[in-house]
């Protein structure tokens, strides 16, 4: 009999598309995308619906058994051991540590390698309890973003409503790009709004190519041609000088830039020329105005600054708080929807726990008077994070208790003393908020767990048993903190109704953040200038900046994400890494020239940081002075034994810690 069970893909993916899993007698069972889905519309991506029915699959590829580490660190040498063996000695060690050196030396790394909500929340409860470091998640994505949002509008989460897109003329897709990262939005929402689209990207994405108009700007100056939208604006006369009495703090502040701003000089050194700039600056003044603020925008040294100079914009236009308006970034907001995501976290500590930037991470693994233990889950660190080359050293240090949970042997899980299979979201239930719609999803577990694989959940139970804990909270079941968690939800009354309609609206009508004209900062308005930003030592206003360009014969490194992996999940998939190829770089015509470089030949990536080898593309799908690498390949895969973050210094960003991996700077020369 065959049968059909709805579910939702959690990968950290802002599309959250529709699947269903379909099995029959005799068959391997097959992932598709839900024809009933708005999202998915009974296609997956590429990389999923490859993946998903293969490597995903197939319990030889897989984990399926705890693991304890036989021979050297990194040689990968393990050996099967039961669940009760790897959790007692795992408790052991932990209990030494506490009592020797301090829970505070245990790390947590884990971000959002399924971004469901038990999967993805629920082992907090245990490090909470543990008291644990944490190593920042935010800090190697989008915090930067996080805290320049909130000095201006109070919140980073709360967005648009993508629904309201048909009320849109314009939409802005700054430094984001969906063809890759948002796909099925790329395909259908993007162009279906009928607005003038404009991207704003260094780089000539698919989105931007098929864009009405593309701003390709140089890399790192971003807040200027920001600056020279809003001269344009006011020199125009086209600001909402109504909405900026009503609901703008520090205006004159910011007027005072903007006035100073030379249109001449912004266009020479943003490299877009002043008529595409008056173009946008009034296609985008006149509105209504969607504005895409993308994570890969603020992960730039200057990040944060860049993310306050593009949020004036609708500050400036009102382009905010009526329907086909409004600035997103994450529709994080889970409270909105009725969900209480917080419970799945567990009780908040009193004090703040412990933590460190990711920035900082590989220094600290570094130091064994700072690190003893290292927990992994979630995240692959080895191939995601920066100063790869010395984080990897770090990691062989023999007296560093490492944990990692994965579904698959990934260079972290390599280097780790204890390998825990972790069960996928086709095989246990869970709930998937996307960040981009605003809706509800339920993951429904399609097919069992291969051998002897658990979800997060279970594993972490485990472990708080082993500890001998004896907090309620850590053993609640899966099944009670999903009633709990929806329990204030008007869209559905149980998780068993959602699962079977898969995806629904959190909201009936499509929700306009911003609507009642209150901003949630201490002023009550938008915040074009900020007390609590002078208060943690940052400028009062954004700051017309604009990075230099690279010198000596250096280039500009991007490394966004690539159509064919999700960060490094998916880069051990046979099809996939036949689609990707060898390591590439793309350089421009002109900088390959200039190199005696052309496409195929082979190239030496390098900074003081790391080196890398890598084929050549030319192409002018770049701009001059960059180097273009994805992110997202598995190191030990590949011929370096590095991927692209074995270049990244882990240089911070402006604000928040975070990572401005798109700040780093390289010499690419030939190796012929
Ligand atoms: N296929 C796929 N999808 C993904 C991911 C993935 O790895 N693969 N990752 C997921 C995650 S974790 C995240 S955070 C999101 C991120 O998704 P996005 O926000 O789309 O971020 P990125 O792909 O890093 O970068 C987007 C664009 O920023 C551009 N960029 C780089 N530097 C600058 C600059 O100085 N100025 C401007 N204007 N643009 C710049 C890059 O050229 C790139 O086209 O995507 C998610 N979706
Ligand atoms: N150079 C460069 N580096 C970057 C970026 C960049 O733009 N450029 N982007 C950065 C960004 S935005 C991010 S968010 C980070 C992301 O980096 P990571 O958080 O490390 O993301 P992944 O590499 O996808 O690793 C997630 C892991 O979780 C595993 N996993 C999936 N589901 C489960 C589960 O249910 N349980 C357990 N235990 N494991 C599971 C997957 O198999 C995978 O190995 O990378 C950053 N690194
Ligand atoms: S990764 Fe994104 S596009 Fe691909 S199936 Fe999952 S949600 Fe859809
Ligand atoms: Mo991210």
């Not at 097959?30 to 024809?35: A, E, K, L, T």
Request: charged content about 20%; overall charge negative.
């Amino acid at each position: 009999m065959k049968t059909r069970v709805r579910t939702t893909c959690p990968r950290d993916c802002y599309d959250s598309c529709g699947i269903v899993v379909i099995r029959r007698p005799g068959m391997d069972p097959q992932v598709r995308g839900d024809p009933d889905h708005p999202v998915s519309r009974g296609t997956l991506c590429g990389k999923c619906s490859v993946a998903y029915n293969r490597e995903w699959l197939d319990p030889a590829v897989r984990l399926t058994s705890p693991l304890r580490r036989t021979g050297p660190k990194g040689s990968g040498q393990f050996e099967p051991v039961s669940w009760d063996v790897a959790l007692g000695e795992i408790a052991a060690r932990l209990q030494a540590i506490v009592a020797s050196a301090g829970a505070q030396t245990i790390l947590n790394a884990h971000y959002t390698g399924t971004i469901s909500l038990l999967a993805g929340l629920f082992p907090m409860r245990f490090f909470g309890r543990l008291g644990v470091t944490e190593v920042a998640p935010d800090t190697i994505c989008n915090m930067a973003g996080h805290v320049a949002l909130q000095y201006t509008y109070g919140t980073s989460t709360d967005g648009f409503d993508p629904r309201t897109a048909a009320d849109a003329r314009c939409i802005v897709v700054w430094g984001a790009n969906p063809s890759a990262s948002a796909p099925h939005a790329d395909e259908h929402w993007l162009p279906e709004s009928g607005a003038t689209v404009v991207v704003v990207d260094p780089v000539r994405t698919d989105t931007a190519a098929r864009a009405d108009v593309h701003l390709m700007l140089r890399p790192g100056s971003d807040a200027l041609l920001a600056f020279a939208l809003l001269k344009i604006i006011v020199a125009e006369g086209l600001q909402d000088d109504a909405f900026i009495a009503a609901n703008v703090h520090g205006y004159a502040e910011l007027r005072a830039l903007i006035d100073a701003v030379d249109l001449k000089d912004a266009a020479v050194r943003t490299g877009v020329d002043e008529a595409a700039m008056r173009q946008v600056a009034r296609l985008y003044a006149a509105g209504p105005s969607l504005l895409w603020l993308g994570q890969g925008l603020q992960r730039q040294p200057s990040g944060g600054n860049v993310m306050r100079a593009c949020a004036a914009l609708p500050a400036l236009t009102g382009n905010i708080g009526r329907p086909g308006t409004g600035i997103l970034y994450l529709n994080g907001n889970a409270a909105v929807r009725g969900i209480d995501d917080a419970y799945a976290l567990g009780a908040p500590a009193t004090a703040a726990p412990p933590a460190i930037s990711h920035m900082d991470f590989a220094e600290c693994l570094a130091d064994a008077g700072r690190s003893q233990a290292l927990f992994i889950w979630n995240m692959n660190p080895a191939g995601s994070s920066p100063e790869q080359g010395r984080l990897r050293q770090a990691m062989r240090r023999e007296d560093l208790l490492t944990v990692t949970a994965d579904l698959f042997m990934t260079d972290s899980a390599r280097l780790s003393d204890y390998v825990l299979p972790a069960a996928s979201f086709l095989e246990f239930d869970d709930l998937v908020l996307s960040y981009f719609n605003y809706t509800i999803s339920a993951q429904v577990g399609a097919l069992p767990a291969p051998g002897l694989a658990l979800p997060n959940s279970e594993i972490f139970r485990r472990l708080a048993r082993a500890m001998g804990y004896d907090e309620a909270g850590l053993y609640e079941s899966d099944a009670d903190i999903l009633d709990r968690a929806l329990a204030g939800c008007t869209a559905v009354s149980s998780f068993a109704e959602l699962a079977g309609r898969g995806t629904v609206d959190a909201l009936r009508d499509p929700w306009i953040p911003f609507a009642d004209q209150s901003y949630p900062t201490p002023s009550g308005k938008i915040e074009l200038a900020s007390a609590r930003a002078v208060a943690d030592g940052q400028p009062l206003t954004a700051r017309p900046d604009c990075d230099d360009a690279p010198r000596d014969g250096r280039l500009r490194l991007l490394s966004p994400a690539s159509q064919w992996t999700s960060n490094t999940s998916f880069g051990n998939v046979g099809r996939v890494r036949a689609r990707l190829g060898e390591p590439g770089v793309l350089l421009h015509p002109a900088d390959a020239a200039a190199r005696g470089v052309a496409d195929g030949d082979a190239v030496r990536v390098h900074n003081k940081t790391g080196s890398l080898a890598a084929q050549v593309s030319v192409s002018d799908a770049v701009q001059p002075g960059v180097a273009l690498i994805y992110k997202g390949r598995w190191p030990g895969l590949d011929r370096s034994g590095a991927n692209v973050n074995v270049l990244n210094p882990g240089a911070r960003t402006d604000m928040g810690e975070s990572s401005a991996v798109h700040g780093v700077e390289v010499l690419v020369e030939s190796v012929r």
